[in-house]
């Protein structure tokens, strides 16, 4: 498979940044800034918790939108007060965002939860947009590699061939995210290497074909001005952008630029 035929993928985090309110008025911005593009990149915006329904109601007839959750409990059901579940997001979303880094921080969430969490939305067919990447100081002691390979192998391990193609795996350097004010922005050539690294990893386990279905996004950082530089990159299939997704205009500015296609391999 191309790169040109896994449709390129942009997926807005916006975290607890926006009122209900905003949130509802965002979403019709963004509706309304793509109104007239012939869209041929996928985008999938993650508001929060109580405003998945009002945002899924708004973008119930587009056919350029689709919302996601920012977070799943790994379980089903039960008494877990103050989370959220799989059956509870489903009727307002397809998409989910799991192991993100503020998650896995807040909350000590193994690798193994993360994993758990990607089986069960798998399971109500929910695409799950998964979070790898390394912290500042495994950067400093140049554990990147043998980070981001623990966290892909502990979820490969559980998928079949067939749900590898439902998979969405996003890199994000943990150092690079805004919130954590990057003093530098990855290298291009290295966020290269490291989305070559998990689709070989996808392609020991499941062989080369069924790893050229996965998607890999890049995340950290992204904003009108420097998304360029990453999704030209070989094997890049789209990004998860935080901080820029809640202005309608940058987000928007962003989709834009990844139209078309453009990259090889
Ligand atoms: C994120 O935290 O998922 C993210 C991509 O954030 P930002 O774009 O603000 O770095």
Known sequence: MERKERKRLVVGNWKMQLSHKAELETIGAIKNLLKNVAL??????????????????????????????????????????GSVSVLQIKPFAQWCIVGHSEQRA?????????????STLLKYGLTPVVCVGETAQERASEQTTARVSEQTKTILNKMTRVSLSKLVITYEPIWAISANQPDELPDPNNI??????????????????????????YGGSVTPDNVASFVFEPGVDGVLVGGASVHPGQFVNIIKQLQGGGSQA
């Open 192 to 217: 290269a290497g490291t989305m070559l690294l998990i689709r070989k990893l996808a392609a020991d386990r499941f062989g080369v074909e069924a790893a050229e279905r996965l998607r890999i996004l």
């Open 106 to 118: 807040l909350t000590g969430e193994s690798d193994e939860e993360v994993q758990v969490k990607v």
């Open 40 to 81: 041929d990149v996928e985008v999938v915006v993650c508001p929060s918790f109580p405003s998945l329904a009002g945002v899924a109601e708004a973008v119930k007839k587009s056919t350029k939108l689709a919302v996601g959750a920012q977070n799943i409990h790994w379980e089903e059901k039960g008494a877990w007060t």
